[in-house]
Structure formats: structure tokens, C-alpha cells
T-cell receptor
Framework: DAGITQSPRHKVTETGTPVTLRCHQT?????MYWYRQDPGHGLRLIHY???????DKGEVSDGYSVSRSKTEDFLLTLESATSSQTSVYFC???????????FGPGTRLLVL | DQQVKQNSPSLSVQEGRISILNCDYT??????FLWYKKYPAEGPTFLIS?????DKNEDGRFTVFLNKSAKHLSLHIVPSQPGDSAVYFC???????????????FGKGTMLLVSP
């Protein structure tokens, strides 16, 4: 499996505060993805990156921004967290878009 | 509009029997399909995939069948083991020509429970 780490693994924050989640990979994969998983919704794509400084929106991108300044790092930022953003966030990487992706362990975020 | 549907939220099977997990899709342009397994508090792990040029792909105890005319795929696990108890996600993408494939669209998942 690809070496993918996510930090933090758990976070509790308050409504209105900014939050940044980090994904780090050691596999030199071109593509990196951020998903959220919620009961009854499965995995939904927030944003993805197809190279350094190259990103695109996914299905549920409102309220989120991303940045990728290095191949190995992909950051997800909630500019002003809301309770609806309470979720489990997964980072994934892949060599090719739409093909096999490798997932990180997830970050559990609670917005109070 | 849900393009990948896993209509069974859960499935219970006895150890040693066959588990059949189903997935339907509505986008006829999807031509690459994957199954992922997810244990609690872990990230999903890739299980098996199939391209639309095939109708079957096997990997050990796992076989995926694709019925393009019915827009249906299924994952068969034989024999089922208690360690197979997990949530299984179906995912699909479509070829974009020289641009490769689209991003993956996931179903909502089916929780499989294999009892001893």
C-alpha cells in the first residue's frame, strides 16, 4: 500500500474557527484526493489535485479549500468550520485519475 | 442524483458460505469499476477492479462480475470468513480519452457481517 499519513487523526474544534488537515504521501503519486465519509452518504469527493499547484473541485467542495505546494503534501482547509463539516475525512492518492486509489487512515473532525 | 447505488445497507452471511454484494450504476459511460473494503476506524483498502472489456475478474476468494447491459456488478466472496466483516464500497469511473479516467464515484456502501 502507498505510504499515506494524515494529521491530525482526531480534532475537536468550534464553529467559526479555521481548520487545516494534512495529507502526506511517500509514493510520489501524481493524484491526491480529499473525501469525506458520512453515514448514509458513503465517500464523497471534496477536492483533488493532479499536480503541484493544480487542483480541481469535487462533488462537495463548498466551504473547503485545498493547496498542494509539494508532490507529497495535500492540505485541506476549512476556512470557517461549521457543524455540518463534522465528518471523517480521508485522503487518497493514485498514479492515475479514476483508477486504483490508496487511502490514508482518516481524520475524525468534530465541530461543536 | 446517485450514479452508483448499493441498495443493500447490510448483509449477514454464515462463515463458509458465499457473500454476494451488489452494485448498480446509472451512468452508461462508466467503464471501470472497483471494490473497496473498509474496517472501522481505518481507511478503505482496494480489493479488486474490472474494466468494461471484461465480464469477470478473480482474485483468490474474490470475484467481480460485470453485466453491462443491466448496469450491474457484483462482488462474490467464497468462502466467507469472519475477517471479511467490513463495509464494502463499489466505485466507478469513465474513460475521458486522452485525459485518462474521471474521478471515482462511490456508492454508499454495504456492511457485511460474517458470523462463525
Amino acid at each position: 500500500d502507498a505510504g499515506i499519513t494524515q494529521s491530525p487523526r482526531h480534532k475537536v474544534t468550534e464553529t467559526g474557527t479555521p481548520v487545516t488537515l494534512r495529507c502526506h504521501q511517500t509514493e510520489n503519486h501524481r493524484y491526491m484526493y480529499w473525501y469525506r465519509q458520512d453515514p448514509g452518504h458513503g465517500l464523497r469527493l471534496i477536492h483533488y489535485s493532479y499536480g503541484v499547484k493544480d487542483t480541481d473541485k469535487g462533488e462537495v467542495s463548498d466551504g473547503y479549500s485545498v493547496s498542494r505546494s509539494k508532490t507529497e503534501d495535500f492540505l485541506l482547509t476549512l476556512e470557517s468550520a461549521t457543524s455540518s463539516q463534522t465528518s471523517v475525512y480521508f485522503c487518497a492518492t493514485g498514479a492515475y485519475r479514476g483508477e486504483t486509489q490508496y487511502f490514508g487512515p482518516g481524520t475524525r473532525l468534530l465541530v461543536l | 442524483d446517485q450514479q452508483v447505488k448499493q441498495n443493500s445497507p447490510s448483509l449477514s452471511v454464515q462463515e463458509g458460505r458465499i457473500s454476494i454484494l451488489n452494485c448498480d450504476y446509472t451512468n452508461s459511460m462508466f467503464d471501470y469499476f472497483l471494490w473497496y473494503k473498509k474496517y472501522p476506524a481505518e481507511g478503505p483498502t482496494f480489493l479488486i477492479s474490472i474494466s468494461s472489456i471484461k465480464d469477470k475478474n478473480e482474485d483468490g476468494r474474490f470475484t467481480v462480475f460485470l453485466n453491462k447491459s443491466a448496469k450491474h456488478l457484483s462482488l462474490h466472496i467464497v468462502p466467507s470468513q469472519p475477517g471479511d466483516s467490513a463495509v464494502y464500497f463499489c466505485a466507478a469511473s469513465e474513460s475521458m480519452g486522452n485525459s485518462g479516467y474521471s474521478t471515482l464515484t462511490f456508492g454508499k456502501g454495504t456492511m457485511l457481517l460474517v458470523s462463525p
